[in-house]
């Protein structure tokens, strides 16, 4: 019998030692996404046309035992440009979802912030189905970037872990950006060279009428040119128009409603539209929003046709807020000359990159300023030569022409006219009306450097659940309890026996949990820097539950149990004379370092002395059984020492009960 297992175990040991040698790899990139992967040369691989799902299976079998998928997809748009996902409670909302799954275990879920991308890392296990007995591993990391989510996960039944777990977990942390990812985040646009304008008329059966809805898409290298023509695409008439950091155009309606206005999100490149979710205050009995422009920042900004309202509203966060109340014009020495009763209005606008409001006078297209930081105006108009006497001077664009010189664009009552800011002079560029003109290139910046990433967390907060180990269902009733340094802490946990404790980061606790019926944990657990999860299993004591005597330990090489070892030895006594119808059987395994025969001798030998500490201590001969297997069954990887330690362990099996 013994050769008969002697043989067992040596055809144990060549298997592991085949699998030292490192499978070849294959290397999957996306060129458009800018990421890349590796995978074993013996999967499959299965791609959408669009790239988005990319799927590796362990065979050519399906379904396959095992898989990872990648899936790429964007964010909502409520959420594509938050700075910090992790902050805005991306990890909660995972560990939420993972709860609702049938018997689950999350053996870990942290998260990363890299500074030019965030992610979340988990490993859990739950019941394929409720009351089934296999269970499903899913091993995953999603990542955040440039206003997308990038899903990877591994899965498979944990049947299969010993084939598959590790080359599915090397598939998940090989993902890589391997440059600058595509992105929807507005802070990440770069205008481009395009400016608009809101036609205010059009012809129609042979007469002209009100507009107010159509868009003229002008070219800066000509702006004489037949503009592109986005005919009534505004959903409302509309007298304000601003041109966002994402190349796409910002508008309101110009309808004196007086009440919350939703502002309108309009697509150039694919003339579509919608409502945004930002909503503008109350305009004011008889006022209308007439003029929008856009900032240094891509912040967008809205005014009233009586100048008494600024508005501004961040597409970086969503954040609409009121910059003035009353006009800042008012306190100028030549307001009476603008402001008496029956004058043209100044509320139209654009914005230069020194923080500086331009504001034209409607009657004769006079520029006035404001300096938005101080909310003070400058103390003189400023007149224009070369226009026409007629009022009707409508709004104000600084944009950089072809070569990057910068120009200030008026539209006046029945044309567009190019300011020369030196000579205060105006020239005719091209024909047409228009309520408001957009553009933002004199903004363009050079694409900004990833950002660093932050200092590590100087905190750490570990969550998670007692769980039953057989039944995997939250024991609120346990104790549980974690000591370091001899101090005890005890550790309250919620109805669903969920827990949080807060530490610093390294620190090295015992954890014991206490609960009838079932046995009494003493493991180690050591804090990881940040908020994460990982749940703690408690075993019934019942026959087949098998528990690692983590903190017995024996001198290199030999079966001489050292003093460390003897506080966790007097616990399993006092659980055995405690119960003294429990009988256990003692499990020695060694890692697969040196020669296997003589690994087996010496598992034999150090279980060998552990009973004999055990029968030392009152506990009867006949009440424990032993046997030696070596480095048979692994616990982990024998590829590296920190992981080849773990093989090298004593457990006890529970044989009896009554």
Not at 228 to 257: E, M, W
Not at 576 to 587: D, G, S, V
Request: aromatic share 10%; with cysteine; hydrophobic share 35%.
């Amino acid at each position: 019998m013994k050769v008969l297992l002697t043989l067992v175990l040596a055809v144990c040991w060549f298997r592991l030692s085949a699998q030292k040698a490192s499978a070849p790899k294959e290397v999957y990139t996306d060129v458009r996404a800018h990421i890349r992967l590796t995978y074993p040369e013996s999967w499959q691989r299965q791609r959408t046309e669009s790239r988005t799902q990319v799927t590796f299976y362990a065979t050519a079998k399906r379904p396959a035992p095992a898989s990872v998928m990648l899936i790429i997809s964007p964010l909502p748009t409520a959420q594509q440009d938050l700075p910090d996902l992790l902050a805005h409670g991306q990890p909660d909302s995972l560990w939420r979802s993972f709860r609702g799954l049938p018997r689950v275990q999350v053996l870990g879920l942290d998260q990363l912030d890299a500074g030019s991308y965030q992610e979340v890392r988990y490993h859990y296990t739950f019941a394929s189905a409720p009351g089934a007995a296999g269970r499903t591993r899913v091993v995953g990391r999603r990542v955040w970037r440039g206003g997308y989510e990038y899903r990877l996960e591994y899965r498979a039944a944990t049947s299969q872990d010993s084939r598959y777990l590790g080359q599915g977990q090397q598939v998940v942390a090989s993902f890589a950006f391997t440059g600058a990812a595509p992105s929807r985040r507005y802070a990440d646009q770069r205008c481009d060279d395009k400016m608009y304008g809101i036609a205010a008329l059009r012809y129609l059966d042979e007469h002209w009428e009100d507009d107010c809805r159509t868009i003229h898409e002008f070219s800066v290298s000509d702006p004489t040119a037949p503009p592109k023509i986005h005919r009534r695409v505004l959903p409302f008439q509309s007298y304000a128009l601003a041109k966002g950091f994402d190349n796409c155009l910002y508008s309101v309606t110009k309808a004196p409603t007086d009440t919350l206005e939703y502002v309108y999100r309009y697509d150039p490149a694919t003339r579509q539209g919608r409502y945004t979710a930002w909503q503008l205050p109350a305009q004011g009995p008889e006022n209308v929003w007439i003029s929008a422009a856009t900032d240094d920042r891509g912040d967008l900004y809205f005014m009233t046709s009586d100048a008494g309202q600024l508005v501004k509203v961040s597409p970086h966060d969503g954040k609409v807020t009121v910059v003035w109340t009353t006009d800042p014009v008012r306190q100028a020495p030549y307001y009476p000359s603008i402001g008496f009763a029956g004058a043209g209005s100044h509320s139209n606008f654009c914005l230069d990159d020194a923080g500086t409001l331009y504001q034209v006078y409607s009657t004769n297209g006079s520029l006035l300023k404001v300096d938005l930081t101080t909310r003070q105006p400058l103390p003189e108009l400023t007149p224009l030569a070369g226009l026409p006497k007629r009022g009707g001077y409508s709004d104000l664009l600084f944009q950089n022409d072809e070569a990057g010189r910068r120009r200030l664009y008026l539209a006046g009552p029945t044309a567009l006219y190019r300011v020369d800011m030196a000579r205060n002079e105006a020239s005719l560029v091209r024909r047409g009306t228009y309520t408001d003109l957009a553009g933002c290139n004199l903004f363009r910046v050079a694409a900004q450097a990833a950002p660093a990433p932050p200092p590590p967390p100087t905190t750490a907060t570990w969550r998670g659940r007692v769980l039953d180990a057989v039944t995997f269902q939250p024991l609120p009733q346990a104790q549980l309890r974690l000591v370091a340094s001899g101090q005890e802490t005890p550790v309250p946990l919620t109805p669903d026996g969920a827990f949080t404790f807060s530490a610093a980061p390294g620190r090295s606790y015992t954890v014991r949990t206490l609960l009838a019926g079932y046995l009494s944990s003493d493991s180690t657990h050591t804090t990881q820097a940040g908020p994460y999860v990982q749940d703690i299993l408690v075993k019934p004591l019942a026959i087949g539950t098998t528990l690692r005597l983590d903190k017995v330990q024996f001198s290199q090489g030999q079966a001489v149990l050292l003093a460390s070892s003897f506080a966790a030895l007097d616990e399993l006594a006092a659980l055995l004379t405690k119960n003294p119808a429990l009988t256990i059987e003692l499990r020695g395994h060694t890692d697969n370092i040196g020669v296997w025969e003589k690994n087996i001798v010496l598992s034999e030998q150090r279980v060998a002395a552990v009973k004999a500490y055990l029968v030392g201590h009152g506990i009867a001969a006949p009440r424990i059984t032993s046997i030696g297997l070596g480095g048979a069954e692994p616990r982990a990887s024998n590829l590296q020492e920190n992981t080849r330690k773990l093989n090298r362990r004593v457990e006890f099996r529970v044989t009896g009960v009554q």
